[in-house]
């Protein structure tokens, strides 16, 4: 079988010169070392340089100031979802959350088990489609920082600005993260699950300010305290090793495109022609999402006839154009379009849904 065109929200597809050089380099990597990168020890000298190489290459991309520390943990996005209150609340007990869809809502049940969690507005009464306005928001003056989720991955819900605040601000990227450039030294904290817009599951990412690492909750558990990642090099314990080669190939794929200004114009480009198919189908295709918070990599879509919903997903499976069924709680449909998506496949399922509309519209 050919590759299919894969929307699926995460894990997620991965760019195939990525997995064209994992598989030349499977028996023997780089030719030299007569073993397998899951093979390797964490210590020895090749690892080391593989995950030396790797951050180097994020921080390029991202162009990450030096003052900020650079983690491959394991977990997922959802540890995270404790772990910032456990090292970021800092002798304080209070923390303000911006609810903008069912991440930030788990992100926020996880919190309020070690803070007073502050949400500074809420998105639910809109069904997650628009974020209230900042002017609105009713912020704790006592917050140790702010988290909030500036892709919402389900309800396909982006933020495109920053929420201008003077406290520690911390953001789930998970599923926006290298989709285009950022200024990392506006955040206190930055963490990403790698199965979206990284690499393979199994690793997650932080961007840290070493100043907030110092004051940690009392009984935190080793594994969840971010100093001992940072005084041990992520290597504390074994790290997701072959996740983490991987993710390092993505990076260099992604400077030998031209970086993240060039991912950005190519990921704009996706959305705008994805989005300009679902509003020129005379309400075949509908996106119930405020224009000004689109978002770029999750695009959910409804069928003027949920009837329709089963034949669509089967014959865009027969066209090669799979895993596009909406999460349960949104129904529908959504195709993810992230870094690894052509442009080829977002023109491939932009003609499916033109020549779908006409046949059963
Ligand atoms: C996928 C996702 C998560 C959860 O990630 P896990 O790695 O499964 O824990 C959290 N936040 C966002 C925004 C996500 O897209």
Request: proline fraction near 5%; hydrophobic fraction near 40%.
């Amino acid at each position: 079988m050919s590759r299919v065109y894969n929307f699926s929200a995460g894990p997620a597809m991965l760019p195939e010169a990525v997995l064209q050089q994992a598989q030349d380099e499977m028996l023997d990597w780089q030719g030299s070392s007569g073993m397998c990168v899951m093979e390797m020890s964490h210590r020895g000298k090749e690892f080391v340089s593989i995950a030396e190489q790797a951050e180097a290459d994020l921080r390029e991309l991202l162009n990450i100031p030096t003052n900020y520390k650079v983690l491959f943990l394991q977990g997922g996005a959802s540890t995270q979802f404790a772990m910032v209150p456990l090292n970021l609340l800092r002798g304080s007990n209070q923390a303000d959350y911006l609810n903008t869809g069912l991440w930030s809502e788990k992100a926020v049940a996880e919190a309020k088990k070690y803070c007073q969690v502050n949400v500074v507005a809420d998105g639910k009464p809109s069904k997650y489609t628009t974020v209230p306005p900042s002017t609105t928001w009713k912020r704790n003056s006592y917050a140790a920082f702010f988290h909030y989720t500036p892709n919402e991955t389900i309800n396909g819900l982006e933020m495109h600005s920053l929420p201008e605040v003077e406290i520690p601000l911390v953001a789930d990227m998970s599923s926006t993260i290298l989709s285009r450039p950022i200024d990392v030294s506006k955040f206190a904290l930055i963490y990403a699950g790698a199965q979206k817009n990284i690499g393979p599951a199994g690793l997650v990412i932080t961007i840290i300010r070493e100043d907030l690492t110092d004051i940690i909750m009392p009984g935190t558990p080793t594994m969840l305290s971010y100093k001992t990642h940072i005084e041990n090099g992520s290597m504390y314990n074994t790290p997701p090793t072959y996740a983490w080669y991987i993710a390092g190939l993505v990076f260099k794929w992604l400077k030998s495109l031209g970086g993240l200004t060039e991912m950005g114009n190519r990921n704009q480009r996706k959305a705008e022609m994805l989005y300009a198919a679902i509003d020129n189908s005379g309400g075949f295709y509908k996106n119930p999402v405020d224009l000004t918070y689109r978002s770029w990599m999750n695009v959910p879509f409804a069928l003027k006839d949920d009837a329709l919903n089963d034949t669509f997903l089967k014959e865009a499976k027969a066209a090669g154009l799979v895993a596009l069924g909406g999460h349960r709680s949104v129904g529908g449909m959504r195709a993810s379009i992230y870094n690894a998506m052509p442009e080829e496949g977002v023109t491939a399922l932009v003609n499916f849904m033109g020549d779908f509309a006409q046949r059963k519209g």
